[in-house]
C-alpha cells in the first residue's frame, strides 16, 4: 500500500452525517471501526504539497458509522485536527467515537487536542499509533484516560486482519515523522524516470523526455510533500533543471545540490532563489571564487569536511527537514544507497528502448558481484501513469518504534540514573519539539496595539513579526502587503510571503527595519507569553537553562550550525523570563 497522491475531496468526509436525531451510535465492527480509522489517516494526508512537510494529525468523529466531524492540521503553527473535527461536529461530539491516525501532540503546550475532546463529550478514542517524539509519547493517551476517556490503541487493544491494514495506512501517512524519529535523519526517497533497458539518458546525456507528461506531473507532486529536493553537480551542468514542484499547491521545496568541486557555470537556473531557495554543500575550502558567486545570488553555501550523503542528511536532520527527494544520476544514488540513507525508491519506467553501451543507468556501482546481493523492495505497488508503469517500494520497513524508543518512564524504569530532563541548554526549533511553544511559529494568537492604539489580534509572533516589515504602511501597497501576511493561513505561509515581498519590493521596507526588528519581535514575544499563563509557567520552569533556536541556517535569530549564530530568539526568551520571575519575586 503507498501514500494516495490525488488531491481529490475524500468521499467519507464529503457524506457528512447531517445535524439531526438520524445520528445513533449504532454499534460498529472490526471492518467499519478499521475503515473509520483508515479515513482519518487519508483525511491527515489533505495538506500534502500545501505546506511543508509536518506530522499528519487526521481526526475523523463518529457516531455510529456515520462521520460527523472531522479535521487535519494544515501547517505547523495552526489549529489541530482535534479541535477542527469537534467545532464540525458540535453537540454531535457528546457521546461519540474519535478516530486519530496519530496520538495527539501539545504545539500549544496546554493539551489543547486532548482538553478538545474532552470538552466536546467524546466517550472514546481510537488511536492508530502512539507518537513517535520522546516527549510525546503516551503524553495524550494517558491524559484521556485521566479524564475517563476510554481509549483504544490499535496493536494494543484492538487486534485483528482489518486493523493490521488500518494500522499499514497510519504508518504510511507518517513514514517520514517514523523515519525520523527512529533514525535521525530525514525519510529519504529516490526517484528517477528509465527506458525498458534501464536508461535515463541516450549516451550522448541527452534526457528530455524519458517519461511521459502524466508521470512529469506525478513527480511535481512528490517535490510538493519533499521539504528539499537532492541532485548533484553532474545533474546541474547537464540539465540545467528548475526543480521547482509546479504542482498548485502552496509549498516550495529547497534545491540542495552536491559538488565537491564547484566547477559550475556562473548562470544555472538554480542560482535563481526568487520564488524557490538553494543550498549547495560542497567540500571545505573548495573554490572560494565560485562560494562567492553563488552567495552574492542568494545562494546557500554550506561547507563539510567530507561531503558524502550521510552528513548532507545529518544537516538536512539539524535543519528540521522530515522528507527528501533525491532526483539525481547514478554517480551520487549509488553512495546513497550503499550509505544507509535512502528509505523508499520511485522508478517511473517508459515503454521505449535507447539503447547504447555507454549510456547511464539510475544506479551506478554498488559493489555486487553477484545477483543474491540484490536489495529487494519491500511492499512493492505497481500502478500504470499514462503509458508508464510506476514501480515504488521500499528499502527500509517503516520503522516499529515500540521497542525502539521507549518512553521516559520505561526509560527511567531501566536506568534509574538516566534523566532526559538534566541539561544546561535547551533547544527548541519547530513547534512538535519538546519546548516548540517557544517558537514564534507556535499557534497562538497575540493581539497587539497598532499606530492608533487600536488593538488588533495577529494569528501568530511569525504573522505579527512579517508585517511589520512594512509598518507604517505609508503607501498603499505596503498596506496591501501587510494585509496579505496577516490572513496568511499559517506561520510558515507568512514567513514566506513576508520574505519573498521584502526580496520583490525592497523599496517597501521600513527604513528602520533593521534597527528595530528585535524590538517587534520582542514586544510581540511579551504578550504571548504575558496571555497564555501555561507558556509562561513552561519559561520560568527553564530557569538556569541556557535557550538556544536550534535552526541551522539561520545566524541572526538562530544558534547556527555549528553555534556560530547570534540566537537572537533564544537571548530574547531568556530576558523575558528574567523580567518575568523579577516581576513574581518582587514584593507587593
Not at 503553527?77 to 479541535?83: Q, S, Y
Not at 482489518?162 to 525520523?180: G, H, I, M, Q, T
Request: net charge negative.
Amino acid at each position: 500500500m503507498v501514500l494516495a497522491l490525488s488531491f481529490a475531496a475524500l468521499s467519507p468526509v464529503a457524506s457528512l452525517c447531517t445535524r439531526t436525531n438520524s445520528c445513533s451510535l449504532r454499534s460498529t465492527t472490526h471492518s467499519q471501526e478499521a475503515s473509520l480509522l483508515r479515513q482519518a489517516a487519508e483525511v491527515a494526508d489533505l495538506s500534502a504539497g500545501l505546506t511543508a512537510p509536518h506530522p499528519n494529525f487526521g481526526c475523523v468523529i463518529a457516531r455510529g458509522t456515520d462521520v460527523v466531524g472531522h479535521g487535519f492540521l494544515y501547517a505547523q503553527g495552526t489549529k489541530c485536527a482535534e479541535l477542527q473535527a469537534v467545532e464540525m461536529a458540535r453537540e454531535l461530539s457528546r457521546g461519540a467515537t474519535a478516530y486519530l491516525n496519530l496520538e495527539p501532540g501539545d504545539c500549544y503546550g496546554d493539551l489543547t487536542p486532548v482538553s478538545s475532546l474532552v470538552q466536546a463529550g467524546i466517550s472514546r478514542v481510537v488511536v492508530g499509533i502512539r507518537h513517535p517524539l520522546h516527549h510525546l509519547r503516551g503524553k495524550a493517551i494517558q491524559a484521556l484516560r485521566s479524564q475517563g476517556v476510554q481509549i483504544d490503541v490499535v496493536g494494543e487493544d484492538l487486534l485483528g486482519k482489518a486493523f493490521e491494514e488500518a494500522l499499514k495506512s497510519c504508518l504510511v501517512v507518517n513514514a517520514p515523522l517514523l523515519y525520523r524519529a527512529a533514525y535521525c535523519v530525514p525519510f529519504s526517497v529516490l526517484k528517477f524516470a528509465m527506458t525498458l533497458d534501464g536508461k535515463i539518458a541516450a549516451s550522448s546525456g541527452h534526457a528530455s523526455w524519458v517519461s511521459s507528461k502524466v508521470s512529469r506531473h506525478r513527480v511535481f507532486e512528490l517535490r510538493g510533500r519533499s521539504d528539499a529536493i537532492i541532485v548533484g553537480g553532474n545533474t546541474v551542468r547537464r540539465d540545467d533543471p528548475q526543480l521547482t514542484a509546479r504542482h498548485g499547491g502552496g509549498h516550495v521545496p529547497a534545491r540542495i545540490v552536491l559538488s565537491r568541486t564547484l566547477d559550475f557555470p556562473e548562470e544555472r537556473k538554480l542560482w535563481n532563489v526568487f520564488d524557490a531557495y538553494t543550498i549547495v554543500a560542497t567540500q571545505r575550502g573548495a573554490c572560494k571564487d565560485m562560494q562567492k558567486k553563488l552567495a552574492s545570488k542568494g545562494v546557500e553555501v554550506v561547507e563539510f569536511d567530507f561531503l558524502n550523503p550521510k552528513d548532507v542528511v545529518e544537516y538536512c536532520y539539524d535543519r528540521g527537514y522530515l522528507s527528501l527527494l533525491w532526483e539525481c544520476g547514478g554517480s551520487l544514488s549509488a553512495p546513497a544507497i550503499k550509505s544507509g540513507v535512502i528509505h523508499k525508491l520511485f522508478a517511473f519506467v517508459a515503454p521505449k528502448i535507447i539503447g547504447g553501451e555507454n549510456a547511464p543507468s539510475p544506479v551506478g556501482e554498488l559493489g555486487n558481484v553477484e545477483m543474491t546481493q540484490a536489495i529487494d523492495l519491500i511492499d512493492v505497488s505497481y500502478e500504470q501513469i499514462g503509458p508508464d508503469i510506476l514501480v515504488s517500494g521500499y528499502i527500509k520497513p517503516i520503522p516499529d518504534l515500540s521497542p525502539v524508543i521507549p518512553s521516559v518512564d520505561e526509560t527511567s524504569a531501566l536506568d534509574p540514573t538516566i534523566s532526559p530532563y538534566e541539561t544546561n541548554i535547551i533547544f527548541f526549533y519547530k513547534t512538535w519539539d519538546e519546548y516548540g511553544v517557544f517558537s514564534n511559529f507556535s499557534p497562538h494568537p497575540v493581539q497587539m496595539p497598532d499606530e492608533n492604539g487600536d488593538y488588533i489580534t495577529w494569528p501568530s509572533v511569525e504573522h505579527y513579526y512579517q508585517a511589520h516589515k512594512f509598518i507604517p504602511a505609508d503607501a498603499p501597497l505596503a498596506g496591501e502587503f501587510v494585509q496579505q501576511i496577516k490572513i496568511a493561513k499559517s506561520p510558515e505561509e507568512a514567513a514566506r510571503l513576508g520574505r519573498k515581498l521584502q526580496r520583490q519590493h525592497p523599496e517597501m521596507v521600513r527604513e528602520d527595519w533593521d534597527a528595530v526588528k528585535i524590538d517587534v519581535m520582542y514586544s510581540a514575544l511579551k504578550c504571548k507569553f504575558s496571555t497564555y499563563s501555561n507558556l509562561k509557567s513552561l519559561l520560568c520552569s527553564t530557569a538556569g537553562c541556557i535557550l538556544v533556536e536550534a535552526s541551522p541556517h539561520d545566524l541572526f535569530w538562530g544558534g547556527g550550525r555549528e553555534g556560530e549564530g547570534l540566537n537572537y530568539l533564544g537571548r530574547l526568551l531568556m530576558k523575558l523570563r528574567s523580567e518575568i520571575m523579577e516581576e513574581t519575586s518582587t514584593p507587593v
